[in-house]
């Protein structure tokens, strides 16, 4: 029998990027990870769709109306940002976003009661960029909402704005466990001080219900600690230490939970267990500009440091 030879990745390219909704399609199906991310091919595509631009495009509209308290302005900036014009009607659509920024507005003006929106280089903290150089392969970036500094306790905090369809009545479990703002507090140190111990990771939560005018928004002022991020980038580091392996071998599970996450069927469903035309793409250059650099070794050093001290 003739072995099927599966190419391999050469090691010399251009590292491949990692950010948040990437580590949750590899936690949900490694095989769908490989696919979308690294293989030839892939159907996975760039274009938004109308629940990406919506939560973009709200997201903006918090961010602008956090920071001036101006709502027409922040209308005008969510209507821009709402593009491209993909829709959904009656669930998501442009009129549905820009209301749903109007009637978060009780909301908003509660946080703004309690928080500012940080500075960074006489700037507001909005929409910060950092990369987390891991290894020679990966490398991971996020960008951060907004970052917040409480009125009363002078704490800091990563404000997470997101939207969802999500129908359970408690959306606590959607967010409380989330690992993304915890790790994109990393840049907290450089804006508030690394003596910082204890920060915030609210989240900001616009449900958008199916036909109905009204969203139901929620604020969930979560917590954390120094230890809580450093577990953080400790669970990175295993992920990064298996995706390796995954690569060394070209071995990538299947996952069955993933066939049918979020109620929608896996693009790959039926063509995943093919693996004989498999092919790595070249991950292109990262030209963008981080505010904040890092590398993951040198990041749990540090709080390894600072946990013992
Ligand atoms: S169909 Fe299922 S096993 Fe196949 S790639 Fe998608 S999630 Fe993974």
Known sequence: MTPIIHQKRDYTLHPYRLSDSAQNTLLNCERRFQIDRLLEGSIRKEAQTAEMVRGTAYGVGVQIYMWTGDMERAIYETWLAYDPEVEDPPKTFMAKTINNLLQSREKLDELRKSYEVAEFNNQPAIELSFRLNLDTKWYYVGYIDLVLRSKLSGLYGVLEVKTTGNAR?????????????????????QIAGADQATFETPY??????YKGWIPDVQIFPFKRTLMDRFKWFLSLGMDLERLNNMLALNHFPMRQKGCLAYGKVCPHFGFCSMTATDKYIEAPEDKSEYQFIYNLTDVIADHVRRISI
């Open 169 to 189: 009545n408690d959306l606590t479990p959607l967010y409380q466990n989330s690992g993304q703002a915890l790790g994109y507090s990393i840049i907290l140190d």
């Open 204 to 209: 900001l939560v616009c449900r958008d219900l």
